[in-house]
Nanobody, 116 residues
Framework: QVQLVESGGGLVQAGESLRLSCAIS????????MGWYRQIPTRDARDMVA????????KYADSVEGRFTISRHNANNTVYLQMNSLKPEDTAAYYC?????????WGQGTQVTVSS
């Protein structure tokens, strides 16, 4: 069974940066695309933020394009999300999972709170 552990969230002011990490462990076979998702308290759904494929192709939600960068380190099974120029509307719980369809059990997520 694959486990996902997100970390790196916190409380920051608008304009600041954070770097999220997603550690993947367990029975890892050939996980191809990985993504970051976020969920705000008023929504049940988790929205896709960014996806990276095994060949390094990246895709971003329009709301974060140009500010967020997804990357992966295959040797240590970690996926990162560099978030720059954070805005209050980026406040959410952030999760990683496969992309574009999340098929793994969700981790606990990491909370990002951006104050204005």
């Amino acid at each position: 069974q694959v486990q996902l552990v997100e970390s790196g969230g916190g409380l920051v002011q608008a304009g600041e940066s954070l770097r999220l990490s997603c550690a993947i462990s367990g029975r890892i076979r050939s996980i191809n695309s990985m993504g970051w998702y976020r969920q705000i308290p008023t929504r049940d759904a988790r929205d896709m933020v960014a996806i990276i494929t095994d060949d390094g192709s990246k895709k971003y939600a329009d709301s974060v394009e140009g500010r967020f960068t997804i990357s992966r380190h295959n040797a240590n099974n970690t996926v990162y999300l560099q978030m720059n120029s954070l805005k209050p509307e980026d406040t959410a719980a952030y999760y990683c999972n496969t992309g574009p369809l999340p098929i793994l059990r969700w981790g606990q997520g990491t909370q990002v709170t951006v104050s204005s």
